[in-house]
């Protein structure tokens, strides 16, 4: 197994970085952060059983390893979201040239993603090409690798797309901490507050070297962004992610993977309860789904009875300024457009020029 080679040292606990005699060093990670908790607080999947939700949605996380052409090796999480696409964070190939705004890149020779990565030497590895299939721009620390062959599914779950998290919510993180295999966060696990910052969000989750680019989840389970930066320790500051819903708003790669391959977590309990849900205001559509208002904000319901599921909405700015009510559809970069007497719902693509009318019940 091509990890092999690169974590048969695994119980160093630092993997993540062999360089040859005569190369430069490569430090993509030298603000992670494993906070004020010992490393042995990670939960370890292995120890779950298949029906655990959290061991559910490891199924799609993997390692990361990239192998440089200078002789040195530099590994990450990354998340499987569709047969042929890997989303982990873009610094792991990429280095920001301080005061320039500008990338350096790191050329790899061989790229491997290794999912089932429960143990030591075990694991399935797939090849990445290693040139990206997208690169986020400026602060959007994020990328898209592709396999050379379509990876099934089957077994698999790849997570639906969810809102930007409030100050305080609970949230997990499913990565390699320390090249380690796969372990959960959940421990004291939160988003800071504030929760975010620009195309970011911040967070107080134990991470280390090799945490880049690993999910992080909400209570329900959904998507909201990947871990990208640390910061936080026993003296205060916070870790940091780039928030899904500002990915979407530029990658329709990513958009297009979670819409066709993004699924609820079925079955399981939440280590929290949602808050509870009384809709004061309900907008019945044409097709079939509800806009509806409740003490947690806008949403729209999908299906109905047993299969209905909730996405969460965000009101956009230029709201406030009308009487009408524009919300955003982070999972397909929908927006809605209802008028001050919610009997006309209108809605476009993302930054499309033109509303189309949908009918109400």
């Known amino acids: 197994m091509a990890l092999v080679h690169l974590c048969a040292f695994i119980f160093l606990l630092n993997c993540v970085y062999v360089s040859s005699a005569f190369s430069e060093p490569v430090d993509t990670h030298s603000l992670e952060s494993s906070s004020s908790q010992p490393i042995d607080n990670y939960e370890q999947i292995n120890n779950m059983g298949p029906r655990d939700p959290f061991r559910r949605a490891a199924s799609s996380v993997g390692i990361i390893a990239f192998d440089l052409v200078n002789g040195s090796y530099i590994s990450c999480s990354g998340l499987l979201i569709s047969p042929t696409l890997v989303l982990t964070a873009r610094h792991c190939l990429y280095r920001s040239i301080p005061g320039t705004g500008e990338?350096?890149?790191?050329?790899?020779?061989?790229?491997?993603?290794?999912?089932?990565?429960?143990?030591?030497?075990?694991?399935?590895?797939?090849?990445?090409?290693?040139?990206?299939?997208?690169?986020?721009?400026?602060?959007?620390?994020?990328?898209?690798?592709?396999?050379?062959?379509?990876?099934?599914?089957?077994n698999r779950w790849v997570p639906n797309g969810g809102a930007d998290p409030d100050p305080k919510d609970e949230l997990y993180v499913i990565h390699f901490p320390s090249s380690l295999p796969l372990r959960l966060t959940r421990k004291d696990c939160h988003a800071a507050d504030p929760a975010l910052s620009n195309v970011n969000f911040n967070h107080l989750c134990q991470t280390a070297q090799s945490s880049s680019g690993a999910p992080f989840f909400d209570f329900s389970f959904r998507l909201i962004g990947i871990h990208t930066g640390g910061g936080f320790g026993p003296t205060g500051g916070t870790n940091q992610g780039v928030r899904l819903v500002s990915i979407l708003q530029r990658s329709s790669l990513l958009r297009t993977a979670l819409a066709q391959h993004g699924r609820a977590m079925d079955g399981f309990t939440a280590s929290i309860s949602p808050r509870p849900v009384e809709a004061t205001k309900l907008i019945k559509l044409a097709t079939g789904d509800i806009?509806?208002?409740?003490?947690?904000?806008?949403?729209?319901?999908?299906?109905?009875?047993?299969?209905?599921?909730?996405?969460?909405?965000?009101?956009?700015?230029?709201?406030?300024?009308?009487?009408?009510?524009?919300l955003w559809d982070p999972t397909q970069d929908v927006i809605y457009k209802i008028s001050p007497d919610q009997k006309s719902v209108k809605l476009k693509q993302g930054n499309a020029p033109s509303w189309s009318s949908i009918g109400v019940r």
Do not use: C, H
């Not at 090849?127 to 690169?135: F, G, H, R, V, Y």
């Open 291 to 326: 806009i509806a208002n409740d003490p947690n904000g806008w949403f729209r319901t999908v299906g109905s009875g047993d299969n209905s599921r909730r996405v969460d909405l965000k009101i956009q700015s230029s709201a406030a300024q009308s009487n009408e009510i524009q």
């Open 103 to 154: 990338l350096e890149r790191y050329y790899a020779r061989n790229v491997t993603f290794t999912l089932d990565y429960t143990k030591p030497a075990r694991g399935l590895d797939v090849e990445l090409e290693t040139e990206p299939a997208e690169i986020g721009e400026g602060e959007l620390d994020y990328m898209l690798l592709k396999t050379k062959t379509p990876v099934s599914l089957e």
